[in-house]
């Protein structure tokens, strides 16, 4: 009976459906903004994407969001390090984009930013500090 139970189990989880969207927050626990991003953009996105995303976040104070942002940036087209490099909040739709920055009360920009993405809209030229993958390339 319990090997039954498991197979069951087994079955159960791997019909579960994966994401089909990967966001990723590096962050800061002391940056003011990035708690912002969470407590307003992440929870629309959350009520947008229900079981279609996972969101990821990464502690940038921590040795493993180092190594995950190295890799993240290398995936990127025309990415540069300067003197916005590391800034947080750094976020990152898996396969389609990343954004260093955020401001304040500009959650309506993010989430349509965010959207516009996924589902292949214009996205706006006045967009700043903003990278997009190189083709075929995602960091999951």
């Given at each position: 009976m319990k090997k039954i139970l498991l197979i069951l189990l087994f079955f159960i989880g791997a019909c579960s459906p994966k994401p089909q969207y990967y966001l990723?927050?590096?962050y800061a626990k002391t940056c003011p903004v990035c708690k912002s991003f969470m407590n307003h953009v992440i929870p629309r996105l959350e009520e947008m994407y229900e079981s279609q995303m996972e969101i990821i976040y990464y502690d940038?104070?921590?040795?493993?969001?180092i190594e995950a942002y190295a890799k993240t940036?290398?995936?990127l087209q025309n990415y540069y390090v300067d003197?916005?490099?590391?800034s947080v909040p750094?976020?990152?739709l898996d396969g389609y984009f990343a954004k260093i920055g955020y401001e304040i009360g500009d959650q309506?920009?993010?989430i349509k930013l965010i959207d516009n993405m996924i589902t292949g809209k214009e996205i706006p030229e006045n967009i700043?500090?903003?990278y997009y993958f190189k083709e075929g390339k995602t960091f999951h």
């Open positions: 990723y927050v590096y940038i104070d921590e040795e493993k969001a940036c290398s995936l003197d916005d490099s590391g750094f976020i990152v309506e920009e993010m700043e500090d903003i």
